[in-house]
């Protein structure tokens, strides 16, 4: 194997690709990227869970493969100057990796023995706009479970309905929906769930772009084509919540709230909060204003946020961190906070009804002491 | 104790003072600030080792002292918003911090159980520009031994004769000085060793300001006073290298060469060393041309950096990381390499000779298979 080409190219291949590459195996072949030299250059990552798969434009002088250890590829380009690089193979796998004065020899390995990516046919394909799938992800992603013993809810849900699609994420305390028009569409009526951690590589690849990313559904498999790059994944097997019926339909209160505010002050009455005096926030809904109030063995925080709206006086007790995690992701300056009882879940839109998201938070009990 | 003050003033002392407080201890005090409001407000961290007493204008309704531990009371300050800040305390050390419409309450302790800073009389002092002081510290405190076996080389000497200020620091393997005329003094000679810990502060505090700082020899402590700041620290007691006997005077090679493409040649070849891979780098000086080679089990590197005057071919080898640090400290576009054999210190110094630095490297010893 021999190619040539531009730095730049070949150092955006191999990071994006190195993000599908096992960070530490048995099996070095996993450590490493398989580089492919054909009718073009691939780079592909595959820890066995997500595969990355980057193409790009070289100059191929004589086809064949090899398998570098990522890090130590990843380094070596990086560090290199801004001019052509040039890789070449001899037999016994030993790789040259040269470009202006710099010359680096080291050992790669055979490619036969990289594991091959699962192939996805193309039949059953979503088109949806790059910047779009970025923003469902990001706006729903940091709410998929983390608990391996429910794995279904370790992704999240896809689900389309003639040419909306709506993605969910939940975990036992909380759940975050988006929901966004496509581009078009091979299939009618389809929903899959997808690893949070697959989805979280498909944000980071995803630009603000209005071209279309190509989602293709298989029987076990998902893959995600954008631009230049093929991520794949496994499919999660299992029964989704029935996030319909959790979702509360009607309430008792709603006010408004300006978002920064309302992170600030949460942040504030947090900052007595640690993962050795855990507590909730006390939140109490009046006329026109939110009190927030916390009590640890550290102290006391009290904090006021104004709101629109009045909540009769209603109190009831968050996670901090939930209540945080939904305001940052929530893609609005305003949102309307939607409550009924102490104890029953608390709904978070936009106000502006342009914006499809929705969070549920699930409150804690608040003792008489507390917060 | 009762005042109030802006939120940046008090900020500003917190962060700086916080910086001596001691990260973890048994006696709680010592992970705290104290707070002292009198003729002004002051606030001190001391681990015992380096105390900083920062001073800030406040406006004080009852005179008093507390102590609150730093990490809290700095999160609290950071989140408030841009306002006035009011801290009260209560018999029992109960003390309310509030700003706006967040209050927090917490419990404070008894400023009779913090330790007193040593008192360093201000009778011999240096005075010497902020900017040079900073200067001098960045440039010599990374070669300051980190051995607590010879706990003398643990700092840097300080050197004073007639109105030039020497600063060194020196490990096993390394040295780097550096020399700047002082603005006024009310010694002649004197030298002592202030810890790298603590100078490390002092650069930290120091801005590029043309204001005076004072240094305060005391018998047993130094003092800095920077702008509002105050720093105190033991003096490092024991014999320090005869450092001028160590210097070759001579040498039979002398090159010059760019410091960034130098770092850049050498940062290459060092991506196939690791603290496993440990090996130093060949360094062949020729005419108008340097080469490095590393040999590791990874591989092999080797790379060409364009050098002025002629090495004769002399090969030696260095610890990648000392050169770096070298390089990187010295304040020149272009430097100069002073070498006699394979196995004699290196010397760099400024090929401008306004600037006035030097550092000293060990060579280290190559194997013929090495390199």
Chains 1, 2 share one sequence.
Do not use: W
């Not at 380094?75 to 100057?81: A, F, N, T």
């Not at 769930?193 to 190509?214: H, T």
């Not at 009455?269 to 009046?286: A, T």
């Not at 927030?292 to 007790?317: F, K, Q």
């Amino acid at each position: 194997m021999k190619f040539s080409c531009e730095k730049s190219f070949l150092m955006s291949a191999v990071n994006t690709s190195s993000r599908a590459a096992a960070s530490k195996s048995a099996v070095p072949a996993l450590e490493g990227l398989l580089i492919e030299a054909y009718d073009m250059v691939t780079v592909t990552g595959y820890d066995l869970k997500t595969g990355i798969r980057s193409s790009l434009s070289a100059d191929i002088e004589q086809q064949g493969s090899i398998v570098i250890n990522a890090r130590l590829l990843g380094d070596i380009i990086r560090k290199m100057p801004e001019d052509v690089i040039t890789i070449s193979v001899n037999e016994g796998y030993m790789t040259t990796i040269s470009c202006g004065m710099s010359v680096f020899s080291i050992m790669g390995m055979n490619a036969a023995d990289y594991p091959e990516l699962p192939n996805v046919d193309s039949l059953n394909s979503i088109f949806i706009k790059e910047k779009d799938i970025k923003a469902m992800i990001a706006e729903t992603n940091f709410a998929v479970s983390n608990n391996e013993a429910r794995p279904i809810h370790t992704g999240a849900l896809f689900e389309l309905n003639s040419d909306i699609l709506t993605v969910v994420a939940v975990d036992g305390y909380r759940l975050a929906l988006r929901r966004e028009r496509i581009s078009k569409s091979e299939v009618g009526e389809i929903s899959f769930v997808v690893p949070g951690s697959a989805l979280a590589e498909v944000e980071r690849i995803s630009s603000d772009s209005d071209n279309d990313v190509k989602i293709s559904v298989g029987a076990k498999h998902i893959m995600f084509t954008i631009d230049q790059n093929v991520l794949v994944s496994r499919r999660l097997e299992g029964e989704f919540l029935n996030y319909k019926n959790s979702i509360p339909q009607t309430s008792k209160y709603s006010v408004e709230v300006n978002k920064k505010a309302l992170m600030d002050a949460v942040e504030r009455v947090s900052l007595i909060i640690s993962d050795r005096f855990k507590s909730p926030v006390r939140c109490c809904f009046k006329e026109n204003e939110l009190t927030l109030t916390t009590n640890t063995t550290l102290g006391t925080a009290y904090d006021v946020c104004p709101v629109s709206g009045d909540g009769e006086g209603l109190e009831i007790g968050f996670n901090n961190r939930y209540m945080l995690d939904a305001l940052k992701a929530a893609p609005a300056d305003n949102v309307r906070i939607q409550l009924s009882t102490g104890i029953a879940p608390c709904v978070i839109v936009p106000t502006d009804a342009n914006k499809n998201f929705l969070y549920m938070i699930l409150p804690v009990r608040l003792r008489s002491n507390e917060g």
